[in-house]
């Protein structure tokens, strides 16, 4: 019967190490914009993330000791220091304390929650496009920026080449992360091409309408919101 390998001090370490940074990455992932990820590029983000907590863990506990212990000796920032470099750098000479574990998986829904609410709002890209440093956003692609830009109307006109329907109605939802594009109207107004005329004329009115779309058939037209006339 095969034995399990066994497991040292250190490899236990960086199982440890590992379980905020997947918590931190989990939460990122779920509730941030979902754009394609290597496992490289995840397994680098995961490592990142669970240094990152027990760097913040050390830092805390360094600042309670240099509080209210008496026997500390040295500076301020090097006893703050050095109790993050140990917990962040997995020291073997020092113990991983279960209060530990439990401070660094703690600050890991924090550190994910603040992470997704960054790149949500573009936070880091706003502030290089202020000063001038990058043009790019936080956007997986044109779609997703179309939808998220403060500046375009929720307001929007669905152009069907294949079945030659046109949609209008308030985009209440969309995909993201993937190839497909998928919309949901509310308020839809439905016109078709009327056999005698061959004009567009109004055939439906759909509270609400959930429609799949082929990008290369599909045409959306929308209005920036200083524009847009709520009279017509």
Partial sequence: M???PKIDAVGLKIFFLLIPGI?????????GPRRPRSDFESGLQIFV??????????????????????????SFW?????????LAALNPQSGLGADQIAYATGIGVILGIFVAVLQ?????????????????????????????????????????????KVYQGWVQG????????????TE????????????????????VLYLGLDRKNTVLELAPIKKRNFND
């Avoid at 918590?23 to 509730?31: E, H, L, P, Q, T």
């Avoid at 307001?155 to 080449?161: L, N, T």
């Avoid at 995909?175 to 594009?181: A, I, K, L, M």
Wanted: with cysteine.
């Fill in 23 to 31: 918590i931190a990455f989990g939460i990122v992932k779920s509730i």
């Fill in 49 to 74: 993330y669970g240094v990152s907590c027990y760097l913040i863990t050390g830092f805390i506990e360094g600042l309670y000791l240099w509080q209210n212990s008496t026997t500390v000796e040295g």
């Fill in 120 to 164: 949500a709002y573009s936070l880091p890209h706003r502030i290089l496009r202020l000063l001038g440093l990058s043009k790019r956003t936080n956007e997986v692609d044109i779609w997703e920026l179309t939808h998220n830009s403060p500046d375009i109307d929720k307001w929007v006109i669905v152009r069907h080449h294949d079945n030659g």
């Fill in 174 to 185: 969309y995909s993201d992360g993937g190839d497909e594009r998928e919309l949901l109207l």
């Fill in 188 to 207: 839809v107004t439905v016109y078709a091409k009327s056999m005698d005329t061959h004009e567009l004329v109004e055939v439906d009115k759909i509270p």
């Fill in 2 to 4: 095969p034995t399990l």
């Fill in 78 to 86: 090097g006893t703050i220091g050095k109790s993050s470099l140990v």
